[in-house]
């Protein structure tokens, strides 16, 4: 498996911030490049785990599957729809406040493919096309915040 994170401090309090993660169809609000995004299926009893949204980039389109919630301090998905020689694509964001208002915002891209050489090689390139998609959600999320 291949990890690669992505960090920025938010002038925004782990609640502030939670409540845009939380929105989790309202991604199309604050991230430039997605042109659409909605919530597909909700988890069971209404619970974040389980939950599904469908996030429109131009001819791209991809289902992202929540997979671990605390709220105000984790939530993680899976990518779904993206060509399978990508392998098991995912991310996970942190949240971990630092004092005065501020947040340290996370996000480690994940790609699980195999054990092979040039599965791992795959894995790496993977998880630096997700991180670079990583780098514009928390410009986004910074923006929103921090310039209301």
């Not at 939530?75 to 991310?91: Q, T």
Request: aromatic share 4%.
């Amino acid at each position: 498996m291949a990890e690669i994170d992505r960090s920025r401090t938010i002038a925004a309090t782990p609640t502030q911030i939670w409540a845009v993660l939380s929105d989790f169809g309202g991604l199309s609000g604050w991230v430039d490049k997605i042109d659409h995004s909605s919530i597909l299926t909700r988890g069971p009893d209404g619970e974040m785990v389980g939950t599904t949204r469908r996030v429109q980039m131009g001819r791209n389109t991809v289902v992202e599957r929540v997979t671990e919630c605390d709220p105000q301090f984790v939530l993680a998905y899976d990518i779904e729809g993206l060509p399978k020689f990508l392998g098991r694509l995912g991310n996970r964001w942190t949240l971990e406040a630092t004092g005065a208002g501020e947040t340290v915002v996370t996000i480690t891209s994940s790609a699980r493919l195999g054990a092979g050489k040039t599965q791992r090689l795959v894995e790496r390139l993977a998880c630096r096309l997700v991180a670079r998609e990583s780098d514009a959600m928390l410009a986004g999320l910074a923006q929103r915040l921090e310039n209301p």
